[in-house]
T-cell receptor, first 115, second 116 residues
Framework: ETGVTQTPRHLVMGMTNKKSLKCEQHLGHNAMYWYKQSAKKPLELMFVYNFKEQTENNSVPSRFSPECPNSSHLFLHLHTLQPEDSALYLC??????????????FGSGTRLTVV | TQLLEQSPQFLSIQEGENLTVYCNSSSVFSSLQWYRQEPGEGPVLLVTVVTGGEVKKLKRLTFQFGDARKDSSLHITAAQPGDTGLYLCAAAAFYAGGTSYGKLTFGQGTILTVHP
């Protein structure tokens, strides 16, 4: 248990479905992140939230829609995904001002398969 | 974009062997971190190196930050099957402000398999 909880752990969805990924952190951090991890590629930053304000959208397609209602919760809403969106989606949190020294705390990820 | 190149991408060794993983960039970083990720889990921070030339040890793992703060290495002595996993290096931008604030750039990782 890292203090960052992601649900569900596994998700299979059709291309016409709508689903949401959830992330919750109990560490008192002020920043939360969504990363995509695909085989043979570096971790790809998708979104960054600082005090529930979005500070980064890394050219992510609109079929991915983030929501951050407060500093402890982060969602990723998914709709009309493509098979190439299948990947491990990782949520992380940090104290943004100390990332250089203390890094991120990651959740266990959601393994997403789009069929 | 600051790029981190890790080598090798794959490493398959026998228990008891030593190994070194490298993380290189053309950019200067304020710090560099190493994470280990086991199957089905997220990456877990192992260490942060901050000072050029710094060496840190974590049991059988030795981490070094290059003098110029552009590269780092991870050396494992007498590897064990429990060391198996994906090793990721990550770097924080040199300047605290600007568009890189609060973000880490990751290398593509080294998949280590240690056979009993």
């Amino acid at each position: 248990e890292t203090g960052v909880t992601q649900t569900p752990r596994h998700l299979v969805m059709g291309m016409t479905n709508k689903k949401s990924l959830k992330c919750e952190q109990h560490l008192g951090h002020n920043a939360m992140y969504w990363y995509k991890q695909s085989a043979k590629k570096p971790l790809e930053l998708m979104f960054v939230y600082n005090f529930k304000e979005q500070t980064e959208n890394n050219s992510v397609p609109s079929r991915f829609s983030p929501e951050c209602p407060n500093s402890s919760h982060l969602f990723l809403h998914l709709h009309t995904l493509q098979p190439e969106d299948s990947a491990l989606y990782l949520c992380a949190s940090s104290q943004m001002s100390t990332v250089a020294n203390y890094g991120y705390t990651f959740g266990s990820g959601t393994r997403l398969t789009v069929v | 974009t600051q790029l981190l190149e890790q080598s090798p991408q794959f490493l398959s060794i026998q228990e008891g062997e030593n190994l070194t993983v490298y993380c290189n960039s053309s950019s200067v970083f304020s710090s560099l971190q190493w994470y280990r990720q086991e199957p089905g889990e997220g990456p877990v921070l192992l260490v942060t190196v901050v000072t050029g030339g710094e060496v840190k040890k974590l049991k059988r793992l030795t981490f070094q930050f290059g003098d110029a703060r552009k590269d780092s290495s991870l050396h494992i002595t007498a590897a064990q099957p429990g060391d198996t996993g994906l090793y990721l290096c990550a770097a924080a931008a040199f300047y605290a402000g600007g568009t890189s604030y609060g973000k880490l750039t990751f290398g593509q990782g080294t998949i280590l398999t240690v056979h009993p």
